[in-house]
């Protein structure tokens, strides 16, 4: 009895498990066809509307890119005729050739130097600005102040200020050239073959050794019996010129100088 029980408990089961299946494929065909075909149809057009509208919008965006390099190309070409058309800078008329030489050392004037400073001989062609005068002067490191050959010296007032007068001598010549310098001050001056110290005048001269030019203190005095119308002492040799006693004239003056004065200058 209970053998048939489970014999014919066995088919019913397996009807309630086919039930089910069925159960659950019909709910899962329902899930696939939910949607109808008609809304379907719509969204198919709804694509087809975005699609001619995108390639609307990419021939539009070609014919404005054209319109754009048809706009820029008629500008370039409006500079460049603008450019061609242009009138011409005038232009100056070529410089001639020069007809002369350049300028060489020598008519600058020449010096040598060490360390900045002029090398000089032991006598030097001096040029003394003003009246334009080249005389010989003697390098002597054992004055302390330089000096000048001057005549007639006469001392008098200005504006309440001390001015001395004087002449100096032109080379070569019996002539004299009158200067007036204001004194700077006076010095005593111990001569050798004097008993008593000296009391000059000093002023200041412009002068030129070589291509150095400098403006210094002299002391003025007659040096008519003296080799040299110059001494160059220790004031403007100090920190400016090195002496080289084993030369004479180690310098030049400027062809400009030598060109229109040759009195006292070495030939």
Request: glycine share 6%; hydrophobic share 40%.
């Amino acid at each position: 009895m209970g053998s048939k029980r489970l014999r014919a408990g066995l088919p019913a089961f397996s009807v309630v498990v086919l039930a089910g299946a069925v159960l659950l494929a019909g709910c899962s065909a329902d899930r696939y066809f939910m949607v109808p075909k008609s809304d379907l149809s719509e969204l198919g057009a709804s694509v087809q509307s975005q699609r001619a509208t995108l390639v609307t919008m990419e021939n539009n965006a070609t014919v404005r890119h054209e319109k754009i390099l048809e706009h820029n190309e008629a500008a370039t070409q409006k500079v460049l005729e603008a450019i061609a058309t242009q009138v011409e800078k005038p232009s100056c008329p070529p410089v001639p050739a020069q007809t002369t030489c350049p300028a060489s050392e020598t008519s600058k004037g020449r010096a040598d130097r060490l360390k900045g400073k002029v090398i000089v001989g032991e006598v030097e062609n001096f040029y003394l600005a003003g009246p334009g005068l080249i005389y010989k002067a003697r390098i002597d490191s054992g004055a302390e102040t330089s000096s000048i050959d001057a005549r007639n010296i006469t001392r008098f007032e200005r504006d309440g200020r001390n001015w001395v007068r004087f002449d100096v001598p032109v080379p070569g010549t019996d002539e004299l050239v009158t200067l007036e310098k204001e004194i700077s001050r006076r010095v005593k001056v111990i001569q050798a073959s004097a008993d008593e110290a000296e009391r000059r005048v000093v002023v200041e001269l412009q002068f030129s050794i070589g291509d150095h030019q400098q403006v210094a203190e002299f002391t003025l005095a007659d040096r008519s019996n003296l080799s040299y119308q110059a001494l160059i002492g220790r004031n403007i040799l100090r920190d400016v010129m090195l002496i080289d006693v084993g030369k004479e004239y180690a310098t030049e003056l400027p062809e400009s100088i030598r060109a229109g004065n040759n009195n006292g200058e070495k030939q």
